[in-house]
C-alpha cells in the first residue's frame, strides 16, 4: 500500500511554456498532498501544501501565481509551471499523506524533473 | 540554529557493521519522527517512524528517540552496499503540521 504516482517523469520544454504535473494517491485517499522541489546535491525545499476542496498554501518565496497547484480530489493534486524559464529548472516531488489509525505518514512519488530550455 | 540538524557525512561503514545516523532538532513541540532513504536521483522512501520514546526495531532498521535530548537516531545493522543513500531526517509537530526536513547524511557502505 500507499504508492504515489506523479507524471511525466520528465519534461522538456521551452521557455516561456506551461507544464503541468499531476500526482496521485493510487491506494489510499489524501487529504493533503505536498509539492517539493530538489536541486541536485541539495535539500528538498518544500513549496506549498495542497488541501483537497480549498486553496493551497504556500512558502515563504514561492510565488503563487507561478506554481499554481489544484487538489481537485482525495487522490489528485496538479502543480503548473507557468511561463517556465530555464532556473525553474529541478526536481519536482509530491507527497501524500496517509492517515492509518493514530498514524499520519507522507510518501512521495517518484518526482518529476523538469528541464526549461 | 537551523531546525533540524544532521552531519552531512559522507559517513563510511564497511559492510556488515553498524551504521549509525543521528539528527538533533530544535522544536521541543515536535511528536512524530520519520526516517526517509534517498537514492541519487530518486524521490525519498519512507523507512521508519517513531513517535514515542525509546527503540523501534523494524528489520536491520532501528530508531532511538529521546525526546527530552531533542535526538533521533537510526541504526542500520548489517550494513549492504545497497543502504548506500542519503538518509533524511523528518520531524512534525502534529498530524496537521509539515514535515521539516534536515538536509540528510549521505552513507556509503564500502564492500
Known amino acids: 500500500g500507499a504508492v504515489v504516482s506523479q507524471h511525466p517523469s520528465r519534461v522538456i520544454c521551452k521557455s516561456g511554456t506551461s507544464v503541468k504535473i499531476e500526482c496521485r494517491s493510487l491506494d489510499f485517499q489524501a487529504t493533503t498532498m505536498f509539492w517539493y522541489r530538489q536541486f541536485p546535491k541539495k535539500s528538498l525545499m518544500l513549496m506549498a501544501t495542497s488541501n483537497e476542496g480549498s486553496k493551497a498554501t504556500y512558502e515563504q518565496g514561492v510565488e503563487k501565481d507561478k506554481f499554481l497547484i489544484n487538489h481537485a480530489s482525495l487522490t489528485l493534486s496538479t502543480l503548473t509551471v507557468t511561463s517556465a524559464h530555464p532556473e525553474d529548472s529541478s526536481f519536482y516531488i509530491c507527497s501524500a499523506a496517509r492517515t492509518s489509525g493514530n498514524k499520519n505518514e507522507q510518501f512521495f512519488g517518484p518526482g518529476t524533473r523538469l528541464t526549461v530550455l | 540554529q537551523k531546525e533540524v540538524e544532521q552531519n552531512s557525512g559522507p559517513l563510511s561503514v564497511p559492510e556488515g557493521a553498524i551504521a549509525s545516523l543521528n539528527c538533533t532538532y530544535s522544536?521541543?513541540?515536535?511528536?512524530?519522527f520519520f526516517w526517509y532513504r534517498q537514492y541519487s536521483g530518486k524521490s525519498p522512501e519512507l523507512i521508519m517512524s517513531i513517535y514515542s520514546n525509546g527503540d523501534k526495531e523494524d528489520g536491520r532498521f532501528t530508531a532511538q528517540l529521546n525526546k527530552a535530548s531533542q535526538y533521533v537516531s537510526l541504526l542500520i545493522r548489517d550494513s549492504q552496499p545497497s543502504d548506500s543513500a542519503t538518509y533524511l531526517c523528518?520531524?512534525?509537530?502534529?498530524?496537521?503540521?509539515?514535515?521539516?526536513f534536515g538536509s540528510g547524511t549521505r552513507l556509503s557502505i564500502r564492500p
Open positions: 523528518a520531524p512534525r509537530k502534529s498530524s496537521a503540521s509539515k514535515i521539516i
Open positions: 522544536d521541543r513541540g515536535s511528536q512524530s
